[in-house]
């Protein structure tokens, strides 16, 4: 699944257009790397967003198309 896609569908971030611009701006690293939108996300990537003076990082436990939002946070893990 797509990297903008996947924090969608996670709620990590609201919507799929915000987080492609959030990838495209350099704020959004996966395993300690910039990572363009496109990235494929896979169990075990840890991915890092820097939300102003706030960095959040989450493991990837699953990767699913649709998910409740009730068990949008079965998706993650924070680190």
């Known amino acids: 699944m797509r990297l903008d896609k996947y924090l969608k569908t996670a709620r990590l971030i609201k919507r799929r257009t915000v987080a492609n611009e959030a990838c495209d701006n350099g704020l959004v690293t996966v395993n300690g790397r910039p990572a363009r939108a496109s990235y494929e996300v896979k169990v075990g990537d840890t991915i890092s967003m820097r939300f102003g003076m ?16 009730a068990e949008a946070a079965a998706l993650y893990r924070e680190v």
């Open 54 to 69: 706030r960095t959040v990082t989450v493991e990837v436990l699953s990767v699913q198309e649709n998910v409740r939002q």
